[in-house]
């Protein structure tokens, strides 16, 4: 356990299909994470929360929208999804955006049919 | 953001030392040099980070020479558990996130 807890850790869900994924830490920070990592790719930076706002949206599409109601929890609402992707989806949270130690979660493996 | 160039890969056996350099020639005067581990199908692991000469932890060190361009992780006597890719990424304590190159990925043979 990291301290970064993610929910599910596996999904299998339909392109028509609507379904959340949560993360929630209790370290204090300020700053929260969504990665997406395809198969033997980098992860990818997907949005940004700090303070519970959003500082970065990294051109991502709209089926996949963030929520962050709160600096303990991060919420990714996904609907009409595509089977590209597929991929593991990781929350990490830290002091602050910028290169502070990151702590991650241990994923979603997402799978899209 | 520094980039970053690190090799795709290294193969090495247990007991042994392994040193996995990484360039960063635009790195910032405000920027540290931050190494992760990522086993398969889990989230990176943060193993250590520095700004400048050497820092040991538990688990590893990190040399930086002077002028700061590149980072060297090492690995004391690496296991099986060990196989893993390492990130090193470059940054500061601003307001932009950590971007994740290529890594390198590290084999360990028995």
């Known amino acids: 356990e990291t301290g970064v807890t993610q929910t599910p850790r596996h999904l299998v869900m339909g392109m028509t299909n609507k379904k959340s994924l949560k993360c929630e830490q209790h370290?204090?920070?300020?700053?929260m994470y969504w990665y997406k990592q395809s198969a033997k790719k980098p992860l990818e930076l997907m949005f940004v929360?700090?303070?519970?706002?959003?500082?970065e949206n990294n051109s991502v599409p709209s089926r996949f929208s963030p929520e962050c109601p709160n600096s303990s929890h991060l919420f990714l609402h996904l609907h009409t999804l595509q089977p590209e992707d597929s991929a593991l989806y990781l929350c990490?949270?830290?002091?602050?955006?910028?290169?502070?130690?990151?702590?991650f979660g241990s994923g979603t493996r997402l799978t899209v049919v | 953001l520094a980039k970053t160039t690190q090799p795709i890969s290294m193969d090495s056996y247990e007991g042994q030392e392994v040193n996995i350099t990484c360039s960063h020639n635009?790195?910032?005067?405000?920027?540290?040099i931050t190494w992760y581990q990522q086993f398969p199908s889990q989230g990176p692991r943060f193993i250590i980070q520095?700004?400048?000469t050497k820092v040991t932890n538990e688990v590893a060190s990190l040399f930086i020479p002077a002028d700061r361009k590149s980072s060297t992780l090492s690995l004391p006597r690496v296991s099986l558990s060990d196989t893993a890719v390492y990130y090193c990424?470059?940054?500061?304590?601003?307001?932009?996130?950590?971007?994740f190159g290529s890594g390198t990925r590290l084999q360990v043979q028995p």
């Open positions: 990490a949270s830290s002091q602050g955006p910028g290169n502070y130690g990151y702590t």
């Open positions: 370290l204090g920070h300020n700053a």
């Open positions: 929360y700090n303070f519970k706002e959003q500082t």
């Open positions: 635009n790195i910032a005067t405000n920027d540290y």
């Open positions: 520095g700004y400048k």
């Open positions: 990424l470059v940054g500061n304590t601003g307001r932009r996130a950590l971007t």
